[in-house]
């Protein structure tokens, strides 16, 4: 693999994600439901909000195996569809970026 000064943004990104997860995992090396709901409010205040109500319906969907935790494939899950539904707004907060700062 190449130097960490070679990566990419999307090997950043992606670099990003499992820090996330492994700063909140458990012994087992996956999320408890409670870390889960850590993870969304302070990583994703925006999701978090407007799934307030449903934070546990959310986590028992994206556990897909049903052993009552998530793994890192099954994180990435959630994160790639908050993704794909906010794609829009994403593209304007970019766009802002690179207006103010040059770059994204």
Not at 79 to 86: E, H, K, Y
């Amino acid at each position: 693999m190449a130097g960490c000064k070679d990566m990419t943004l999307m090997e950043m990104a992606v670099g990003s994600m499992l820090c996330v997860f492994m700063q909140h995992q458990n012994e087992n090396g996956k999320l408890c439901s409670d870390a889960f709901k850590e993870i969304l409010a302070e990583q994703m205040p925006s999701f978090n909000e407007a799934c307030a109500e449903n934070k546990d319906e959310i986590f028992k969907k994206i556990d897909v195996n049903k052993d009552g935790t998530l793994d890192f494939p099954e994180f990435c899950s959630l994160v790639c569809s908050f993704a794909c539904a906010n794609h829009a707004i994403l593209e304007e907060v970019m766009k802002c970026a690179k207006e103010k700062h040059g770059k994204p």
